[in-house]
Every structure is written in C-alpha cells, then in structure tokens.
C-alpha cells in the first residue's frame, strides 16, 4: 500500500526510502498542531521539500506510527499548564511559576498580548524564551490559579 | 595604557595596540584573581571584540550555579580540570528537569541530575557535536562518526551558552587529539553585546536585566532630572500651594465666631453685633479671594513647569531615539515608539500636573485640618479622625477592585479596535470575497465581550459612588453623636461643633480622589519606565572617542575578516573584500546571502563583531559617525519620500543646495521632465497626502537626492528591482550618470543589470564564493553561471525560483 519505507538511521534521524529508490532524512511535521493533530502529517527531507504526505496518522501501520510519534515527541514541545502557582506582578513583563504536565517551571510574559485565545477557549501563551504553552481549559483551573490568569486576560 | 600590565594585555589581545582608537583610555583591568589572567578590555566595548574575545577568566567551578557547586568536584577526577559547563532544562522525554553537561581536559560529562552517576565521553577521535533547534526546544547532539551517542534538550533560554558551549568542546577537542594541554579558551562575555559577564554570572548584565523587571514606582523619581531645571517654579508652586490650602481652611474657623458670637447669644435673646458680622463676613469673603488668586497662580505654575517637562522629555526621547542604531528599529514596532514618545509622555504630563498636584494639595490640607482640629479640641478632633484610616482603607479596597477591572476594559477594548484595524486595511479582500457578514459577526463577538467584561464591572463601579458617600456620613454621624455628648456636657460650643463638621466634611470628599493616586502612579511608572527603556539604551554604534576628520575621501574601502552576527546566528563570516576608488562592484547571491548585511555594515548602520572595514586606510569607526556617512550615497529599493515639495525631498541630504544643483541633479537622474509635467513642478507636493508618483518615478527622485550631495561612495540596494522593464532603462540610464567616478557597490537581483559593473562578488551563506568580472566568472562555471544560466532560461526568474538544491540555504537562512 505504501510506495516509501521508513527507518531510523544510526544517527537517530529517520530515514525515508521512496519506491523510485530516493532516500532522505525527514522530519515529520504536523500541518494543525493545535486544531488536528492528528490529521495532515508530512515527512519534509532536509532540503524543506515535503517527501510524504499522510492523511491521518492512523491510517499508518503500526511500527511506522510508532516511528512517525516517536520522532514527533522529539520535536513537539507544547507543556499544558495545570496550574499557575504565582505571578511575579501583574504589569508585564511578569515571570509566573507554574505547574505542567511536564514537570514545574517559569515561564515570561513579556506582554499581555502573548496570551492567544484559540476558538474553543484554550489559551496559547508564548514565553518570552520563545516557548509555547497551552492552557487547554482555562475554566477548570483551580480558583487560585483562575483568579491570577484573570489580571490578564 | 594606563594599567601596569599593559604589555601582557597587548599579548594576550594580540592586537597592535595602534590600531585601536581610543588611544586614551585603551585598556582596563577588569579582574584579577586566583589562576584569572588580567583580563582585558578596550573601553569601548562595541569597537574591540577581539580585544575580549581572548580574555583569559577564572576558572569554570566558581560559576557553577548554586545546585551543582557542591557536586561536580566529586564527580571529576583529582587532576582533572574544568573547562566549560551548560546546564540544560529538560530531560530526555522533554519534561521540566535540571541537568549539567561538563567539558574537563579529558571528557564529556553529563549529569542528568545532580545524584546521577553521569555518563562520560572521552575525547576520541571522531567525535562530533552538533546544535540545532526546533519549536523552542534546542538539542546538542554527540555524535561518534555517523552514529548518535546521546541528545540533550534545552529550552531556548540557554540556547546562547549552548552555542558556546559547542565552540567550547570542539575546541578541547582539537586541542586534546593535537596532544596540547588544556588552554582556558572560553571567552566569558556575553555573545550578543560582548560584555564580560561579572564573575559567578552566566548572564550578561547589559542584556538580561531589563526584560524581566516589572514597572517599579521609583522609576517616577528618575524624572527628576527633567524637572531639575525649573525647581524655582517649583518651590514657588509649592509655596503657593501651601497659601492657597491654608487660605480656603480659614472659612470653617470663623463659622465659629459666627456661631457662638452672634446667632447662638442672638436665639437667647441677645441682639445682633453687625459690626463683628461684617468683619466676619469680609473674612470669609476675603479668604475665599486669597484662595481663588493663590489656587490661580499656583495651577498656572505648575501646569506650566509640567508640560515644560514633558515637552523636554519628548525631545530628548526623540533626539536619542534618532541617534540610536538601525539595530534597534529593527526590533521595535513603529506605533509602540510612537506611542511611547506620544502619548506615554503625555500622560506623565498629566500625571505631574494634575494627579500628583491634587494630591499633594490633599495630602497638606489633611494635616493642616488635622493641626487646626487639634488645636480646638484633641478629643473631638481625635474622634473625628478615627473612621477616617477605616473609611481610606475601604475606598482603596473598592478602587483596588475597580483598577483591575478597568484594565481588563481597556484590554478588550484593544481586542475590539484590533477587529477594526485588521478588517478596514483589508477592506477590498473582503469585499471581493463577499464577507462583510462574517467580519460584522467577528465584530459583534469582540463586542460582546466588551459587554460581558464591562457588565461584570458595572456592577462594582455603580456600587463605589453610593459607598462612599455613606461611609462619608457615617462618618458625620459619628462626629454628630460625640460633638452633641461634648456640648451637652458643656465641653465645646455649638459654633466648635458646626466647624467641625465643616472641616471633615471636606476631606471626606477628597479621600476618594486620593484613592485614585495609587493607580495613576502606577500607570504613569508604566509609563516612565518604557520612556526610560529608550533613553537608557546605548547606540550600538558608538562614536568614536578620538574621531580621525578625513577631508576629502577617495573612496577605497576595504574589508578584513569583516564578520557580523545578529543575535547568534552569523550573517557573515570571514569577509575580505578590498575595492578601489572609482569601481563597480556587483553583489550577487541569493537573498539571505548577505548581501544587505553588508550593505548595512558599510553604511555602519550596525558595526562588524569581527575584523575591520576601512575607508582610505582608516577603520570606519574611528570616523564620527555622520561625517562618514556623508561621504555614502544609498538609494534603496523601496524609496522614501519624505511629506513635502520634490525640491525639499531631493535636496534632503543637502538643505541648503541652490535651485540649479537641484535641477541638475534631476536632469542628471532623469527626472526632470516627469517633474515639469506636474502641475506644480519641482514644488508639487509628495509624500503620505502628496501625489501620487509610481515606483520608477519617485526612484529617480531618490537617485537625484544621492547625486546631490556628490558622495564618494555609492550603494545602490535592489534600485531597479520594483519597477518593470520599461522603467527599469530610463533608471539605468539615470544610474550610469550616478555611477560614474564613484566606488558604486550594486546589489541586483536581475543580473543583467550589473553590465557596468568591473568585477561582480557572488555571495552565499555570508561568505563570498567567488569574485571576478561577468565572463570569467561564465567561464569558471561555478555559482554564478548556475545563477546567470538560470535567468537566461527565464528573463523574469526570480533568484528564490531557483531550482531546489541552490535555494535551500536561502530559505533556511531568511
């Protein structure tokens, strides 16, 4: 069914083997990384040329999914804030420590426009760092968290 | 010279100390410590990052941050020596966790966190490390050959000591298989702006300081430097002040005479004394005339120094701003500086003048009530002040409630005329695409919003007026209730009383005005800390402390390992370029090659990080900075005009040039005749509301504006690359007059047009690949005839439809 085979190479890259016999280190990119992630994958070679495209990722055997996710946890890094446990001040530039689904940290708010409301609710805040970080449900957050989001929203 | 070990310095620096020139304060010792080396530094920072680049430092441990201090010397063998550290944030499945990397003289050493055991890489031929990033999260990978050893992860905070960090190892590296023994090479300063970084700091001072620090109150007193100079109108205000607020406290004092005196003896049957109530009543009318001439002057005064003040606070913004380098612009958007200098300053203005005078006004009337209640009677006046810290505090509290509200008004309020601003420029896409509806329901969504926001505060705010007006009377009540014990009880007069209650009365009114003091303050520190952001900013391109005045130049201009990096990433590298007077030289590369980069660099729009660009021999920076510039001719490829007559805009670079030299250089740019055509000839008015010119037209007007001021070096930047080929000719035209005896660097997209040229310098990845004229370089076959072949096949080819392969670094790079 598929017309290209994939691997990972020695130096931890992935390897795409197309049917006419090319081959290319690629790297898979999500085309809506917040909207549908898991629709719309395409395997880029190194030149910035898209090699492969995949519809939905499901449709995929199981080893090359496992490849295609495996490298994708690699390059995706989007922590889910659950809770916002202090803010530095409330005029910008703001350093709030929080808690994610990957461990604590800080993170900058140099602005209040580098909170983004996604349709749906979700915020999209970016750090000063040049991080992103999600806030998937703004409504569910604890009241101690919701009452410090909210001297910026 | 001025530091004993000057000659050491000149060593280490490795540099003649002539070419340096800021001769008088050349060298400084910056520290010298344990095992440190003296570390060296020209003054001007900017100007010598060779200088610092081998600055020798102190040795890597003390620098460790506090978690791994204590560790690592555990973990490294007796002899073995530090080198260089990086500390990463995440581990291997990208979760939030602190870990160190270690280069020693020996080995790689990660420690994924602090009890690890640390896995070791010994240096071994073969060995690769390598850096990139990706979505915010940076990875140094180690490779043996082709095969990957290990990946660590970092957040991007760090992605500059990661950088460092590579160079560190590679170098050991080098220098371990070489068998030489371990030399300290890392420079410890910062690599964006090149400071040293202050011992056990691995944060550059000059960088990193201001991004995190919120608004402070104090940065309000840093304005006194603005309002030092009018301090006499100020002590003058302010003993105005004081007159004013004691002449509109005598009224409640003589409503006692006015009570006891006369009506209280008159309701007990004793007749009216009118001569003691004329002179009351001309005390009353006299201190409300006293109260309305000083408030008058005072006002005056005062609104007078502040907007002085903030006129002067403008101005020096604006003349810094100007003199600032191109550098800064880039990282600024237009309307912020415009607002900062604008309205931000406006409102420190009405801070100053209306806010804090209120205030302070406030402020002396309450401690002179205070002072006078005293003096009458301590118990009542004791309790006539008790509620008031009770009723102060509350208002703050409501108010404190409101503020946040308001600034959430404000922020949706910025979401909805973000709607406007987005819809109304792109108003013929959404007609052509028949969306009005849509947009209308963006719109009345933001507006919602707006609704539900301003709801929600509404119901707080309506609630602020009625409780302040009964907190205000139950202060009274409480002032009524003792005052009547007191008088039944023989302890004060009715006339004691009444005057009481007129003095409290009074400033119960102003307490809510006080409350607000907070908040203004706070929105006008805001607002003087962002006007400071500017004024504090230093040019990246200094003036040269001992300026070298060359006369007349001839325009040989050449470049030495010239390099430039902006932020971190290098846009040139290892530049040697030399051009003679009166050359053509043609710039060719695709765009991201760094082609403008130069540009800029010679125009010292941004000055090198590495080596050196002279004009006749002399480094461009020990030239003040406008006197070279006026040596340089630019004409870009999107020409501004500037709102005015076209005289006034071909004459910018020469104001005082006579008529004639303004209409030859027109005829000599070709723009002559198009000019007469308008309606108004050489004083028709271009420009944001002049005519409209179309590209090629208000491109001749630029070239005539270079060829005035008759530079020695020309530079002509994409000049034909907006127009079509029609008007492209009649430009070239004008470009050959403009060229000709001049050193002319041309950058060209089309490379037919760079015929002229002498020799043509093909660029890629900021480095120059190739140098010769048009047919050795065909004939040679390399970069260029890819590129020439490429356009022949088609005319109107863009560099960026290239095939794939050669456009690869060009997309990644832009």
New interface residues.
């Given amino acids: 069914m598929n017309n290209y085979t994939l691997t990972r190479?020695?130096?931890?890259r992935l390897v795409c083997t197309l049917a006419c016999g090319t081959s290319d280190t690629v790297v898979p990119v999500r085309a809506f990384p917040i909207a549908a992630p898991d629709e719309g994958v395409s395997l880029t070679g190194?030149?910035?040329?898209e090699l492969v495209w995949i519809e939905r990722l499901a449709s995929l055997p199981e080893d090359q999914r496992t490849l295609i996710e495996q490298e994708l946890?690699?390059?995706?890094?989007t922590?889910d804030i659950r809770c916002i446990k202090s803010v530095?001040?409330?005029?910008?530039?703001?350093?709030w420590q929080v808690a994610?689904d990957?461990?604590?940290?800080e993170l900058?708010l140099?602005a209040?426009?580098h909170i983004r409301r996604l349709p749906g609710g979700a915020l999209l805040i970016s750090?000063?760092?040049?991080?992103?970080f999600l806030l998937r449900d703004p409504a569910h957050l604890d009241a101690h968290s919701r009452k410090l989001l909210d001297?910026f929203? | 010279m001025s530091h004993p070990g000057s000659d050491r310095c000149q060593e280490i620096a490795g540099k003649p100390v002539g070419d340096c020139a800021h001769q008088s304060n050349l060298f400084r010792l910056i520290s010298v410590s344990g095992n440190t080396v003296c570390a060296v530094q020209c003054s001007n920072i900017a100007a010598h990052p060779i200088l610092i680049s081998r600055i020798v430092t102190t040795p890597a441990t003390t620098s460790l941050p506090d978690l791994w201090r204590n560790v690592v010397p555990s973990r490294l063998a007796r002899d073995e020596t530090l080198l260089a550290w990086l500390e990463t944030?995440?581990d291997a499945?990208?979760?939030?966790?602190r870990g160190l990397l270690l280069i020693t003289d020996r080995r790689l050493l990660n420690l994924a966190s602090p009890d690890a055991a640390g896995d070791t890489y010994d240096y071994r031929a073969g060995l690769v490390i390598g850096k990139n990033d990706?979505?915010?999260?940076g990875r140094v990978?180690l490779?043996d050959g082709?095969?990957?050893l290990a990946?660590w992860h970092y957040?991007?905070?760090h992605d500059i000591q990661a950088s460092r960090f590579v160079k560190q190892f590679e170098q050991r590296l080098t220098e371990f298989l070489a068998g030489a023994p371990a030399t300290r090479i890392a420079p410890d300063c910062c690599p964006d702006c090149l400071t040293p970084y202050p011992d056990d700091r691995q944060e550059c001072p000059h960088c990193n300081t201001t991004?995190?620090?919120?608004?402070s109150t104090w940065t309000l007193l840093r304005l006194w430097r603005f309002a030092q100079p009018y301090r006499w109108q100020l002590l003058s205000g302010f003993l105005l002040m004081l007159g004013s607020t004691a002449a509109t406290l005598v009224p409640p004092y003589l409503t006692i005479p006015l009570m006891d005196k006369v009506l209280v003896p008159y309701q007990n049957g004793k007749p009216i004394d009118f001569g003691l109530v004329a002179w009351l009543l001309a005390g009353l009318l006299g201190s409300a005339l006293l109260a309305w001439v000083l408030g008058w002057a005072k006002t005056y005064i005062l609104a007078l120094v502040s907007e002085r003040i903030g006129a002067d606070l403008r101005t020096i913004t604006y003349e810094h701003l100007l003199r600032l380098s191109l550098e800064y612009f880039g990282g600024k958007r237009t309307g912020d500086l415009m607002s900062r200098i604008g309205s931000e300053s406006d409102r420190i203005c009405v801070f100053l003048s209306l806010h804090l005078l209120d205030f302070a006004t406030d402020v002396l009337m309450i401690l002179m009530t205070t002072v006078i209640l005293f003096s009458i009677n301590p118990w009542l006046a004791l309790a006539t002040l008790l509620p008031l810290p009770i009723i102060a505090w509350m208002i703050h509290n409501v108010r404190d409630r409101l503020r946040?509200g308001f600034?959430?008004i404000d922020?949706v309020w910025?979401e909805v005329s973000n709607v406007l601003a987005d819809t109304i420029p792109g108003i013929r896409v959404v007609k052509a695409f028949a969306q009005e509806q849509r947009e209308a329901e963006r719109f009345r969504v933001a507006n919602r919003h707006n609704l539900q926001v301003n709801d929600r505060i509404n119901k707080i705010w309506s609630l602020f007026t009625p409780t302040v007006s009964l907190l205000t009377e139950i202060g009274l009540l409480v002032v009524w209730a003792f005052g009547i014990w007191l008088v039944s009880h023989n302890d004060i007069t009715v006339g004691v009383l009444l005057a009481f209650l007129a003095y409290i009365s009074r400033f119960y009114a102003r307490l809510d005005s006080m409350s607000r003091i907070v908040s203004v303050t706070?929105k006008s520190a805001?607002a003087a800390k962002r006007i400071f952001d500017i004024l504090d900013h230093v040019s990246s391109v200094p003036e040269p402390a001992n300026p070298v005045h060359l006369d007349k130049i001839s325009g040989r201009l050449e470049m030495r390992d010239a390099g430039f990096r902006y932020g971190n990433r290098a846009v040139i590298k290892g530049l040697n370029l030399t051009i003679e007077p009166g050359e053509m030289i043609g710039l060719v590369g695709h765009s991201g090659s760094g082609k403008s980069t130069l540009v800029n660099l010679l125009c010292r729009f941004y000055d090198v990080s590495e080596g050196a660009i002279s004009v006749d021999g002399v480094n461009i920076r020990s030239l003040p900075v406008a006197e070279y510039r006026r040596n340089i001719g630019l004409v870009l490829q999107e020409p501004f005009l500037f709102f005015g007559s076209i005289a006034e805009n071909i004459a910018y670079g020469k104001p005082d040039a006579t008529r004639a030299e303004i209409i030859a250089a027109a005829r000599a740019a070709h723009a002559h005749e198009f000019i007469l055509r308008l309606p108004q000839g050489y004083d028709s008015l271009v420009g944001e509301r002049g005519q409209g010119l179309s590209g090629g037209e208000r491109q001749r007007i630029s070239i005539a504006r270079a060829l005035l001021i008759d530079p020695r070096i020309l530079i002509l930047d994409e000049a034909t690359a907006s127009v079509d080929t029609e008007t492209e000719k009649e430009i070239q035209k004008a470009l050959d007059n403009l060229v000709q005896g001049r050193t002319t660097i041309a950058i060209a997209h089309r490379l037919s047009t760079l015929h002229k040229a002498s020799r043509l310098v093909v660029m890629d990845k900021g480095e120059v690949v190739e140098i010769g004229s048009h047919d050795e370089l065909m004939e040679s076959g390399g970069a260029y005839y890819r590129l020439y072949q490429a356009q022949a096949r088609n005319v109107d080819t863009d560099l960026n439809d290239l095939p794939?392969?050669a456009t690869?670094d060009a997309?990644?790079t832009t």
Avoid: M, W
């Fill in positions: 190479n020695p130096a931890g190194s030149d910035g040329h946890a690699q390059r995706e890094f922590p530095s001040s409330y005029a910008t530039p703001s350093v994610t990957r461990g604590d940290t900058l140099k209040e426009d750090d000063g760092h040049g991080l992103t001297r929203l | 944030d995440l499945r990208l979760h939030f966790s990706h979505g915010g999260i990978e490779f082709s095969a990957r990946c957040t991007l905070a991004i995190n620090a919120p608004p946040t600034e959430k922020r910025s706070q805001a794939p392969a690869v997309k990644v």
